[in-house]
């Protein structure tokens, strides 16, 4: 399984918050860039990049801060927040993302979101499946939908989608543990697609379980913030 570290940003620095709840964000000392060089020298190879302030605060993407990050180091960065439309999308990819990650533009205009697919590649764009009280939640987490999520990554499988990334929204930020029923319901239902998943991460031991129940790709983010895992475990692990 792969390890992926997240680095939310919001005006250059690196924050986290729970349960995309703006008023927990806290913001820690290490700088977006310095972290990128921490995760590449521990074995990190994806990095999963916030960007906050667009995704929740319809700020202008900040692309200049994810081009001196794709410049510094040499880690895939798979950026996310706030991008609307294919400019947005294709202004990433000209400032450094390896990919992107869209949640709102599939519900909003699904042709456009398979236009993205076919234009940048299916393997270079990710379907966001963010979930609370059992449906989508979209426009950085603000808004409740009724769509079913199975049902949403049904209708993209079927037109080609090779990524996915799934959040239970209710445990991102929380270092609650892993909704792991709901990641073995996805992987049976869809066992060809490239899952990863984030939120809730306590320790190592849930990256070890995320592996044996058949995980693809398993976010981490403040559980390493907060010291519950270290670097040296974060290079045991994919040493194994």
């Not at 199975?150 to 990334?165: A, E, M, S, T």
């Amino acid at each position: 399984m792969n390890l992926v570290a997240s680095i939310y940003i919001k005006d250059n620095k690196t924050v986290n918050i729970k349960s995309g709840d703006f008023r927990t964000l806290k913001v820690y000392p290490e700088s977006p860039i310095d972290l990128l060089s921490k995760f590449e020298s521990a074995g990190i190879k994806d990095v999963y990049v916030v960007d906050l302030g667009s995704a929740k605060m319809h700020e202008k993407n900040n692309f200049n801060l994810l081009e001196m990050m794709s410049e510094f180091s040499k880690t895939n960065i798979n950026y996310s927040g706030g991008m609307r439309n294919s400019e947005q999308v294709s202004n990433a990819f000209i400032n450094g993302a390896k990919k992107v990650t869209l949640g709102s533009m599939p519900v909003y205009d699904k042709h456009l979101f398979l236009s993205c697919l076919t234009t940048w590649g299916y393997k270079k764009i990710v379907l966001a499946v963010d979930i609370l009280n059992k449906s989508l939640r979209i426009n950085g987490w603000k808004y409740q939908t009724k769509i079913d999520p199975i049902n949403h990554i049904k209708y993209f499988y079927k037109k080609g989608l090779k990524n996915i990334k799934v959040t239970d929204i209710s445990k991102d930020g929380t270092m609650g543990g892993p909704p792991f029923p709901l990641y073995r319901k996805i992987i049976k239902k869809f066992p060809n697609i490239n899952l990863t998943t984030g939120g809730g991460i306590r320790s190592i031991k849930d990256l070890i379980k995320l592996k044996d129940i058949g995980v693809h790709n398993a976010i981490f983010g403040r559980a390493f913030y907060e010291g519950k895992i270290t670097l040296d475990e974060i290079t045991n692990f994919l040493k194994k």
